[in-house]
C-alpha cells in the first residue's frame, strides 16, 4: 500500500508542501489522543512553527480527538497570524522578556517549546543568551506541572570524527562559538528547573531539519544549480525531513521527564557533501564546482537511541532530494535563511 508521505507526488506550490509536511501518520494519529488540550506550542512563527501546529491539528481531527493548538509568537508579522487560524489554529501573542505575556497565556499541561534564537549571536551575543537561558526558566515557572518537549540543537556538541559516526547523548557539550553555548545553556536551565520543579521536560538536539523552502540539501542543491562553489571543509551532515522531525517533536511528549531525557534527532545516514552535491548535479545535469577538502571531524550527530523508541523517520534521503530538485526547477520560493553549515568556528 503507498505511503501517503513517502508516495506522494513532489509539490508544485507552497500549499501543496505546507498540506505534505502536516500530514499525520497513523502513529501520531494513535499518540495524540493522550495530549491534553490546548496544546500550546511556543514559538510557533518561525521555519519549523506552522507546520507542526497544523500537524498536531490535523492529527488530532483524524482521531476524533477534540484538541485545540495554540500557536505563540511575537507575530511581528499579521498574515502570520492569519495562516494560522484560517487552519483552525489558536494564536497568541507571547514575548518570552515579558513575564506578563506568559502569564496571560492559558493553563496547559502540554507544551511544545521552539523558542530559540542562533543567527545574529555574533553581532548581539547578549540578545542570544537572554533568548535562550531566560526562556526555560519563564516557561518552567509558569506551567511547572506540565509536560515539555523543548528544541535543541545538534550544535551543543563540538565537531566529532566523521569516521565516529556522529555525537551520542551522553557526550561532553564543549561547543565552539557562543550561540552554541547558549544552546547548552537553554539545556542546562530547563535541567535546572526541572529539578526544582519537577517539570517533565524531553530535550531534542535537532541535526538540520530539510523542507524546499530551507535547509542543508536545499543550501547544497542551489549552489550547484547556480554553479556556486561548494565549500567541503565541514564535509558531513546529519539531516531530517522537517515533517517527520515535527511528527517526532510531538510523539516525545511522551518521553518528558524528571530530569529531563535527552534525544539526538535526524536521519541515521552521515551525508557527505560531496555525494550530496554531485547527486544534485546528475539531477541538473551540471557538476557541481567545490572549494577546499573535507575535514576529519563535522558536526554529527547519531539518532539510534530515538530510532530505537520511535522508529525511523520515514522520508528518505533520496525522496527530499527529488523534490528538492523539482522544486528549484520550477523557481520555487527560497526562505532566504542560510543555515550556514559550512562554519566550522561556531559564529552565526
Ligand atoms: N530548523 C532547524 O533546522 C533547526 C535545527 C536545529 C535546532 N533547531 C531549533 O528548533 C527550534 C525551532 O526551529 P525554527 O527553525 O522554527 O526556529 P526559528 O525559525 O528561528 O523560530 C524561532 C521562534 O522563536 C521565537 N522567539 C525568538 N525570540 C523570542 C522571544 N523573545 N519571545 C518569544 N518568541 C521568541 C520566534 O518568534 P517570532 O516568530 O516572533 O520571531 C520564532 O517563532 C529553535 O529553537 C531552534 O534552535 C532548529
Known amino acids: 500500500m503507498p505511503d501517503p508521505v513517502v508516495d506522494a507526488e513532489s509539490p508544485g506550490s507552497e500549499q501543496a508542501l505546507d498540506e ?62 492569519a495562516w494560522f487560524e484560517e487552519r483552525g489554529i489558536g494564536t497568541a501573542v507571547c514575548e518570552v522578556f515579558d513575564a506578563g505575556s506568559l502569564a496571560r497565556l492559558p493553563d496547559a499541561a502540554d507544551i511544545l517549546c521552539l523558542v530559540g534564537l542562533k543567527f545574529g ?26 509536560r515539555i518537549v523543548a528544541l535543541s ?5 563540538p565537531l566529532s570524527e566523521v569516521r565516529r559516526g556522529g555525537s551520542v547523548e551522553t557526550d561532553a557539550l564543549t561547543p565552539l562559538g557562543e550561540y552554541a553555548n547558549a544552546a547548552v545553556g537553554r539545556e542546562r536551565m530547563f535541567e535546572f528547573c526541572a529539578a526544582r520543579l519537577g517539570t517533565r521536560v524531553a530535550l531534542l ?45 510531538l510523539r516525545a511528549l511522551g ?44 558536526l554529527l550527530g547519531n539518532a539510534a537511541k530515538l530510532g530505537a523508541v520511535l522508529g525511523e523517520p520515514p522520508v528518505s534521503v533520496a525522496r527530499m532530494m527529488d523534490w528538492i530538485a523539482d522544486w528549484i526547477r520550477r523557481g520555487g520560493r527560497d526562505l532566504g535563511r542560510p543555515t550556514h553549515f559550512e562554519e566550522r568556528n561556531g559564529v552565526y
Open 255 to 298: 518521553l518528558a521527564t524528571s530530569p529531563p531525557s535527552v534525544w539526538n534527532l535526524c536521519r541515521p545516514e552521515v551525508l557527505s557533501v560531496r555525494t550530496v552535491a554531485t547527486q544534485f548535479g546528475e539531477r541538473f545535469g551540471r557538476a557541481p564546482r567545490f572549494r577546499g577538502a573535507e575535514s576529519a571531524t563535522a
Open 153 to 157: 540543537t545538534g550544535n551543543v556538541y
Open 121 to 146: 549571536t555574533a553581532a548581539n551575543p547578549a540578545v542570544t543568551w537572554a533568548t535562550n537561558t531566560l526562556t526555560p526558566v519563564r516557561v518552567c515557572e509558569r506551567f511547572p506541572r506540565a
Open 20 to 81: 505534505l509536511l502536516s500530514r499525520p501518520t497513523p502513529a501520531l494519529i494513535e499518540f495524540i489522543r493522550s495530549v491534553s488540550s490546548p496544546l500550546l506550542i511556543l514559538g510557533a512563527g518561525g521555519k519549523m512553527g506552522p507546520s507542526l501546529a497544523w500537524l498536531a491539528h490535523r492529527a488530532a481531527e483524524a482521531a476524533g480527538h477534540r484538541l485545540e493548538v495554540i500557536a505563540t509568537s511575537r507575530f511581528a508579522q499579521s498574515e502570520k497570524r
Open 205 to 249: 538536539r535537532l541535526f538540520y531539519a530539510v523542507e524546499l523552502r530551507y535547509g542543508v540539501l536545499v543550501d547544497v542543491a542551489r549552489r550547484v544549480h547556480s554553479g556556486e562553489p561548494i565549500d567541503l571543509a565541514n564535509g558531513a551532515f546529519n539531516c531530517i525531513w522537517q515533517g517527520d522531525a515535527n511528527e517526532r517533536i
